[in-house]
């Protein structure tokens, strides 16, 4: 990434997985700059608060929060409540709340102002665990998937809820909408993604999908989905070792990111500026890739077992 030192300074990247630990990077140079203890033995996602003051796990039974304005290697607030798998977590776009969705079946919404550290005003149950849960821009609708293949949208304004099955049988893995709100993409473990156009969705009346595209994306589980913040590109990760960029609105094939010893690639994000994007994979290394030509500019290097989170806070995202 060509960025000069003092942007470089301000992109936080953060890295997790099997070995009990996070790890903070600088993204320019791959020197690992923090380290942080993690108590469970798995990290299922990471997100890093709208402020840039916090990082958030998602793992088993519990939400850690992690200070990133001190060098405190432990979390400095956990979140109990849950039974099982805590899958997914990220925030509104001012702070003010969290949302969560796990194995046990619920959704909920946590109220991170407040000192009870079990508060949530509101929780979403379905009859499967769930996998993915991704937060509408107007910020007042929830779309989660479950492994049931089902897609739930969640009215957090009238507490209702739609649900659609795009696949029988297909467990849903990951969702995502673009910042435009134009597209809806949901990926699943028979490799499919499927894409859908967005009407409406303001802050006064219910987001109605189109089904628009589905496509073979991957020959085996497709684990996430995610689209660049200029909403031209799609990227999905799978188990068959590859993570591929797709071109929007056709959907096809950009750019195939491919290493031998890469195996399972979990997780993806990409920069504020869509030129790059980072993926996280079994073989212990985050990567770097550059957009345009497929080409991994750089590796992150620390890691003692897989790596299946990340999470980026890019400076021109703030």
């Avoid at 409540?81 to 997914?88: A, D, I």
């Avoid at 590859?242 to 491919?258: C, G, H, M, R, Y």
Wanted: glycine fraction near 6%; charged fraction near 20%.
């Amino acid at each position: 990434m060509n960025k000069d030192k003092t942007e470089s300074d301000q992109i936080i990247l953060a890295t997790g997985g099997y070995d009990h630990t996070i790890k903070l990077w600088q993204t320019h140079t791959g020197i690992c700059q923090r380290t942080m203890q993690h108590g469970e033995s798995q990290i299922n996602a990471l997100k890093i608060t709208p402020d840039k003051k916090h990082l958030t796990t998602a793992s088993y039974q519990h939400i850690y929060m992690y200070d990133l304005t001190s060098n405190n290697q432990n979390a400095i607030i956990n979140y109990e409540g849950t039974s099982k798998n805590v899958t997914c977590v990220g925030f509104n776009a001012d702070g003010r709340w969290m949302y969560s969705g796990g194995e046990d079946g619920r959704a909920r919404i946590w109220d991170i102002r407040s000192r009870n550290n079990s508060s949530c005003p509101k929780i979403f149950e379905v009859q499967a665990p769930i996998t993915c849960i991704c937060l509408h821009p107007n910020q007042v609708e929830l779309f989660m998937g479950d492994q049931n293949g089902v897609i739930y949208r969640w009215d957090l304004r009238t507490n209702t809820f739609e649900e659609l099955i795009p696949e029988p049988d297909a467990m849903i893995l990951d969702l995502d909408i673009d910042a435009t709100c134009n597209y809806m993409a949901s990926v699943n473990n028979k490799g499919r993604c499927y894409i859908w156009s967005l009407e409406y969705g303001s802050t006064d009346t219910p987001t109605n999908l189109q089904p628009k595209h589905k496509f073979e994306a991957h020959k085996k589980h497709a684990l996430k989905c995610n689209f660049s913040p200029n909403s031209e590109y799609l990227i999905t990760t799978s188990a068959d070792q590859t993570a591929k960029i797709w071109s929007v609105p056709n959907f096809t094939l950009l750019q195939e990111l491919k290493q031998d010893s890469q195996r399972w690639v979990w997780d993806a994000a990409f920069s504020a500026d869509s030129q790059y994007v980072f993926t996280a994979s079994s073989d212990c290394y985050a990567r770097l890739w550059n957009v345009n030509t497929g080409v991994m500019e750089r590796h992150y290097a620390g890691h003692q077992k897989a790596v299946t989170a990340l999470a980026l806070m890019d400076v021109a995202a703030s």
